[in-house]
């Protein structure tokens, strides 16, 4: 046979392949009877391009919005996956369903191979059991001197944004390592190192539709010089990864009786390969990079919200007074939970900011129902958080910051139900207490009468600078300008922050 016609009949194998792909995505799929676009259910090109390239990436979110607009409540977005927007449906997060994550979606965090990114649920129960309880509520009691001290450091804010990721990455990697990045130490919070986070994000979305290869790519082949032209802060990300690695291995050499996540992994029951060094620090790595994004911006919008309303800063700072006058002392972080306003302007925080992306899972065994509708088994099935917590019906006017919404006790109940920022089910966060204890604690030191400065906005555009524009999985704006303040210090005299 000549090359030229077995080029032909290669040609005419994969243009058969792909019709017969399309047609049966299109008309005889279990899927087909679910409404959507016909170009999102052919391909999935369509979300790549929302994902990887519209308006700089991360705005599918968008057009599944617009898509349940038109089509109602479930939607088909993908030739895979299902959507619901509808706040009153969690059935597949149920911790009995013991659903699976999809490997295809969760591949912006790299190799399925620790507890986040485990795709069936029987290898996330083993993960998970093995670091649970470096989580009890004894360990997150210890944690708390270390964030304490942390927190003195916050008073050198420059960038608000930048100030509070740095303090989300010294907090979790202090509480998984025992020994912070030091990013607080650094003169401009690492700023470098936090706009490559979000150059991460991107990346990650792109390795999704890409099959794994873009990271694969970026960390084995990419030179320094390269990796560092397109975005200096590249070597901060590479530098999360080996000074993981550095601290992992100071951990297990450390005794038996060191309280380390590292030590949690090496005497838990896990198979003996997955008690390696590299697997501990992916492990711990994912644990920390989980803590920062996350924390970090959930801060920086809660900050942006109070210092732009005033009368809400001061109804928090005369409350936390109240408090420090109760206890002669900086309160706890068990007594910072007890204050009602305060407790507001977290869950107001949580709601409007947290996690951006939606939560995909799969049922292998079972099939689902929603509205009467059977939702095959194996399905990837998905909601997203933050369209329960813009829902108008439950939060009105949800777009505004407004604390006082939780004040009333049966209205504080109702909500609660539709508050869900870190997640549900089996594989809902596993570092909740100590995101509440970091929050918490930096807004009770922040607005405390003992804080000796205090913050202005300066020069900041809401849509452009704060607004949750990308979904890299977090949540991003727009721009990269970060969120500005003078910070006016009680003794006198204004620095200026950028
Ligand atoms: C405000 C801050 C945080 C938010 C909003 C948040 C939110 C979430 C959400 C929604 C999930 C589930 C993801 C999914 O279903 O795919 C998750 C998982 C996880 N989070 Fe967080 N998180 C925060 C802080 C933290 C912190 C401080 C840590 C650790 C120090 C952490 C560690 C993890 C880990 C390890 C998982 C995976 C759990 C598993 O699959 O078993 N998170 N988080």
Same mark, same amino acid.
């Given at each position: ?164 990721? $740095? +303090? &989300?990455?010294?907090?979790? /990697? %202090? ?7 030091? #990013? =607080?130490? *650094? ?100 644990? $920390? +990079? &989980?803590?920062?994004?996350? /924390? %970090? ?7 942006? #919200? =109070?210092? *732009? ?100 006790? $049966? ?88």
């Amino acid at each position: 046979m000549s090359t030229s016609s077995a080029t032909a009949q290669l040609a005419a194998l994969i243009i058969t392949a792909l019709t017969a792909r399309s047609i049966y995505r299109l008309f005889l799929g279990p899927l087909s009877k679910f409404p959507g676009p016909k170009i999102a259910a052919l391909t999935s090109l369509y979300e790549a391009y929302y994902d990887c390239y519209k308006d700089g990436g991360g705005r599918y979110y968008i057009e599944i919005n617009r898509m349940h607009d038109e089509y109602g409540p479930i939607v088909r977005i993908n030739p895979w996956e299902l959507h619901i927007r509808d706040p009153n449906w969690n059935e597949v997060y149920k911790v009995a369903r013991r659903a699976h994550k999809p490997l295809w979606y969760y591949r912006f965090l790299g190799p399925p191979d620790n507890a986040f990114s485990s795709v069936c649920a029987e290898s996330h129960r083993r993960r998970r059991e093995a670091i649970n309880p470096y989580f009890s509520p004894a360990a997150i009691a210890r944690h708390q001197p270390e964030v304490e001290r942390l927190l003195r450091g916050t008073e050198k804010v420059v960038r608000l944004d930048d100030a509070f990721r $740095a +303090l &989300a990455t010294d907090g979790a /990697t %202090g509480f998984a390592f025992r020994k912070p990045f030091g #990013h =607080l130490d *650094s003169p401009d919070f690492e700023h470098a190192g936090n706009r490559a986070l979000r150059m991460l994000g991107w990346l990650g979305v792109v390795n999704r539709h890409l099959r794994g290869v873009v990271l694969w790519g970026f960390k084995t082949l990419m030179p320094q010089w390269l990796a560092l032209k397109i975005n200096p802060g590249s070597l901060g990300v590479r530098g999360f990864y080996t000074t993981s690695l550095g601290l992992s291995e100071g951990c297990a050499e450390k005794g038996e009786a060191e309280t380390d996540l590292v030590r949690q992994i090496l005497n838990s029951n896990l198979p003996p390969h997955e008690k390696t060094l590299a697997f501990i620090t992916r492990e711990s790595c994912a644990v $920390a +990079l &989980a803590g920062t994004e996350s /924390t %970090g911006s959930v801060l920086s919008v809660t900050v942006y #919200h =109070l210092l *732009s309303h005033p009368e809400r800063t001061a109804r928090l700072r005369a409350e936390v007074k109240v408090a420090y006058e109760k206890y002669g002392q900086p309160p706890t972080f068990q007594e910072l939970r007890e204050l009602p306003y305060l407790g507001g302007v977290v869950n107001e925080g949580l709601r409007l900011d947290s996690i951006a992306g939606r939560l995909p899972r799969l049922d292998p065994k079972n099939d689902l129902v929603y509205e009467g509708l059977v939702i095959p088994k194996g399905t990837y099935i998905s909601t997203t958080q933050k369209d329960t917590h813009f829902c108008a019906d439950i939060f009105s006017d949800p777009h505004d910051f407004r604390p006082e919404r939780w004040l009333d006790v $049966a209205e504080r109940k109702r909500l609660s139900r539709y508050l869900a920022p870190f997640g549900r089910g089996a594989r809902s966060c596993i570092g909740t207490e100590i995101a509440l204890m970091e929050i918490y604690l930096c807004l009770g030191r922040l607005f405390s009468p003992e804080a000796g400065f205090e913050l202005e906005l300066h020069d900041i555009d809401f849509e452009q600078d704060v607004h949750f524009f990308h979904d890299f999985f977090s949540p991003f704006p727009m721009s990269t300008r970060g969120i500005r303040a003078f910070v006016r210090w009680e003794k006198g005299g204004v620095n200026e922050c950028y």
